[in-house]
């Protein structure tokens, strides 16, 4: 079959493709804030719609939470699963973004032509290069050269709850020979890659209450306990002066990266400076002793993501609060067991509790890392595939993000992933004024194309 | 002239007066939200006109802030001046109040009637319950016993910006024998007491800035710096492991106090595990090696008053936030200075600042705390008629609360402030549900005319 009919189409269908594009972005898929919950539907729908539009047998699968898009295709040749997911993360702060975050628009930049608005590019944008791959093989050869399964979830902004159990029950219909995921990057914005290693992540939300009320702090303040300042004392006590965590037991499985890998990584010529830079920042402040590419890839790490308490609003209010919250998350590599650190974790936020202070857990995500064998031929076919299309050549990179879905393919269905995106380092996905580039867009869709072709020629 | 008939005059005049005070309670008179300015000018109208219902020339006196009321009264005796507030905290958490607590109401609890609504007790029905004591004295003799001036401010919640220009500015005008303010309470809600010891007060604003934006926790967590976590290292660096604050030179000032004032206190009986067991706490918290009722009265503290920074709705969010803001306030005692304290409390946070942070500080409060000399016959004269108000006899007292108006008055004015109150501990003021108990208002109007009859024949 010829590849370049089907990469003549997708560029001819670029206009096309990108108003589809536009059309899924203005649906409103935020998938943690139960407001949304009808816009989560909403997405999924329209995915149901695009899917059987290209003959894909596709349904709304209903969970406990929003729904997963499952379509089939049979075909032959191998059997092929691609993974995305429709829902995005919350806009606020909404007066940072220039525009109205589900009015998506092609602006002109001084880089090149850019699609903005939530989703752009995590992770509707990239879902729909695969898409548009599909459709132009599609539409020049009138089937698609493999057996193929859409598998499109709308819960990955919001720690996936309903997935680990709809890929046990389902395990038997979703096992294929690759699982293709569309949800990382270039690196340094330039260079096509797979990624083999990806921080896991767990998700911890702590509220320590004290009186119960709001106290006056002329009144109390001495002898009353402030829960805000024994919530500092446990966050600040989370690291120690170089950086590391204190957390009993939380680096056990963290493996020390091989030199080889070590000398692979700075060929890469990853600028620090340059990506502190775009954020105004110049100093890694992370771990001491690790390069900053180090820190992000090969590091697990503990953050505060949110902080409340006490009286936030305009002005100065003497109060001694009630109650203060903190929503806490951890990156996790290697083999870092999620469920134990998060009894330590536990277990040392009760132990600094003082007198007269209780505490509330609530769970959040919870997934370990992932790292790929890569000695599988599909691997290196990929590579070749993916250099065709960029100036550089392709390479195997770690990502500091948390996409556990990578992780259960492997270890739920057996089914090895592959993780290929297109995003760019300014694409500010969870930020204000997200954008996916137009040639991440329309290159993303030919690379998906020359992907498809090596491997059910190669696999 | 007959105290008796005004006291009278007083209980039978109880259904109008507090029918009067309901009125002034509708208005919604929060001065530090710049959303209820109109509300505050009307409750200075209220005011202006319910004065010169009681032939007192009184004039709405703006300033930059909120408008001040003043009035005078010609007349024989001394020359007495009345200090209270007439705007109110803000009212958050909403839904933890019972009713809106802007639609006052008397409701029969327990101990006796209680008067429902925000500022019920701070410091609407305080200040109402010595306009009452003038109204009954006026319409049983047809004129007061001295010469009177009303001084009533509406920033008193939000740190009396415009207060001290107005004091500087009309220091003549306002100059009097003897200041009597009305904004403390009974001690151990029982015991009638001149309060001589008050807590000073400075109230800080910082915030903390890394990067340009808020960022990916995946892309960036590691090498960028997390505002919240420096903030919490901040605030948890504030007190030692005893409860002192660490702040270079923040104890320069603080007196041990006397044993015979320690043995006086000790002697009122305050039944800590009360306090505290009323608010669902056990454990004095502050400062190792003084009593619950020293850390209130005599020991100066450092609180958070509210916290805030990333993601704080429903769900989570895995951002590395760009900004972190706390709002911080010190109560002081002794001869603390405030300025010097603000100063090196802004060093101290410059000099933990990592790499990468900048911080921002805003002013809030600040007055130093004050105490007064009481070999003036007319504090034993006011003793005294407290005494034959109230079951127990009357007491010198301290009070955790900062009151700036007082020390103002001696400072600027050269006037003796006398704090008389009638304030009980479960009045929750500045907490939802605030009240003020019918016997507060009954009793301490009674109080006040029993005051300037003391004072008119003493002073």
Same mark, same amino acid.
């Given at each position: 079959m010829s590849l370049d009919d089907v990469l003549a189409r997708i560029d001819a269908d670029l206009p096309a493709a990108t108003d589809r594009l536009l059309d899924l972005l203005r649906i409103q898929s935020i998938s943690t804030d139960p407001a949304y919950k009808a816009e989560c539907d909403r997405a999924a729908d329209w995915l149901v719609n695009d899917l059987q539009s290209l003959g894909i047998k596709t349904e709304k699968r209903t969970t406990p939470g929003h729904p997963m898009v499952v379509g089939h295709l049979d075909g032959d040749g191998p059997h092929l699963l691609f993974y995305g997911h429709y829902d995005v993360q919350p806009v606020d702060p909404l007066d940072l973004w220039d525009r109205d975050p589900f009015d998506p628009q092609i602006q002109d930049t001084d880089k090149g032509q850019v699609i903005r608005g939530r989703g752009a /590019?995590?992770?509707k944008g990239q879902l729909m290069t695969?898409?548009?791959?599909?459709r132009a093989w599609k539409s020049v050869h009138g089937t698609l050269p493999c057996k193929l399964t859409f598998f499109l979830e709308g819960e990955e902004e919001s720690g996936s709850p309903s997935l680990v159990p709809f890929m046990r029950e389902h395990a038997d219909e979703l096992k294929s020979d690759l699982a293709l995921i569309c949800d990382t990057g270039l690196f340094a914005s330039r260079v096509p890659a #797979?990624?083999?290693?990806l921080r896991g992540m767990l998700g911890e939300e702590i509220t320590i209450t004290g009186a119960n009320k709001d106290l006056h702090s002329g009144m109390f303040g001495g002898p009353g306990i402030n829960p805000i300042r024994v919530l500092s004392k446990i966050i600040a006590s989370l690291h120690d002066d170089t950086g590391r965590i204190t957390i009993p037991g939380f680096y056990d499985g963290v493996p020390e990266i091989s030199d080889e890998l070590r000398a692979q990584w700075e060929g890469l010529g990853f600028d620090a400076d340059e990506f502190l830079g775009d954020v105004d920042l110049s100093t890694p402040a992370g771990e001491q002793g690790y390069t900053a590419l180090e820190m992000i890839w090969s590091r697990p790490?503990?953050?505060?993501n949110g902080i409340d308490g006490g009286y936030t609003g305009d002005g100065f209010k003497t109060v001694l609060p009630a109650k203060a919250n903190a929503k806490i998350s951890f990156r996790l590599v290697g083999t870092q067991d999620p469920e134990a650190i998060r009894a330590s974790f536990r277990k040392l936020v009760q132990d600094m509790l003082p007198p007269d202070c209780t505490v509330e857990f609530k769970d959040h995500s919870c997934a370990p890392a992932s790292s790929t064998d890569t000695s599988d031929p599909a691997f290196a076919a990929a590579l070749r595939a993916l250099s065709d299309e960029w100036p550089d050549n392709a390479a195997y990179i770690g990502?500091?993000? /948390? #996409?556990? #879905?990578?992780?259960?393919f492997q270890n739920i269905l057996g089914t090895t992933p592959m993780l290929i995106g297109y995003g760019k380092d300014d694409d500010q996905i969870h930020s204000p004024n997200e954008k996916y580039d137009m040639e991440s867009f329309h290159k993303g869709t030919r690379s998906w194309a020359r992907v498809l072709h090596a491997l059910t020629n190669n696999v």
């Open positions: /590019s995590d992770d695969f898409v548009e791959a599909c #797979i990624t083999t290693m790490t503990c953050e505060v990502c500091g993000g /948390s #996409i556990p #879905i990578a992780g259960l």
